[in-house]
């Protein structure tokens, strides 16, 4: 069983001293970390995918704070899942977390608590969001296309021959949608 320490920059924090030395002091048997540009926000050596490759059940991920592994709560989430079902290990300095523990597993069920809120916020808000606009009169999704619409899209590809990108653009519609009413048989287009 090894301890592999893992640090990252931030926007407001592009030192890695600290996190690097106290992770040492930890006594970590590895230690990897992560560097963003600042101005692309972009990882300029990406670690995170390599260190997770490299742990083993009963290995720890040690980190300094958990905001140097997430970058949101749904991805923490997410990690914490992954490293339960692998039985990986996760030890956070800062908060006091340590998986290895018995009260890491009180760790794992409130993270598993919090993913679970997060899927039901996300739904209940898009829920929400979806009777606002139906109260508003829109009911979302792609327009229809009207009759015309439809026999305008035919006739220019089955009479005139044109290409699929020429009639998308002049009919004002998506070219899965050209294809779509092109390949519909003629029964079904009397239900439009």
């Known amino acids: 069983m090894k301890t592999i320490g893992y640090a990252r920059t931030t926007i407001t924090?592009?030192?890695l001293t600290a996190q690097i030395n106290l992770l040492s002091e930890f006594g970590c048997?590895?230690?990897?970390?992560?560097?963003?540009?600042?101005i692309n926000e972009e990882p300029i050596i990406s670690k995170l995918e390599e260190v997770l490759c490299s742990l083993n059940r009963g290995d720890a991920l040690v980190i300094?704070?958990?905001n140097r592994l997430g970058r949101s709560t749904r991805q923490l989430t997410e990690l914490t899942q992954t490293f339960?079902?692998?039985g990986i290990h996760l030890i956070s300095l800062d908060e006091g977390i340590d998986t290895r523990q018995p009260m890491g597993e009180i760790y794992f069920k409130l993270m598993n608590g919090l993913s679970a809120m997060e899927c039901d916020l996300i739904k209940e808000r898009t829920l929400v969001g979806l009777n606002n606009a139906r109260k508003k009169g829109k009911i979302g999704g792609r327009p229809k296309i009207d009759k015309r619409?439809?026999?305008?899209?035919?006739?220019l590809y089955y009479e005139k021959k044109e290409t699929i990108q020429y009639i998308s653009s002049k009919c004002n519609v998506s070219v899965g949608s050209c294809y779509?009413?092109?390949?519909m048989p003629e029964t079904e287009l009397t239900k439009f």
């Open 13 to 15: 924090d592009d030192d």
């Open 29 to 38: 048997d590895e230690i990897h970390h992560e560097t963003y540009d600042i």
């Open 64 to 66: 300094c704070r958990l």
């Open 84 to 86: 339960k079902g692998s």
């Open 149 to 155: 619409t439809i026999k305008k899209i035919r006739h």
């Open 180 to 183: 779509k009413y092109i390949k």
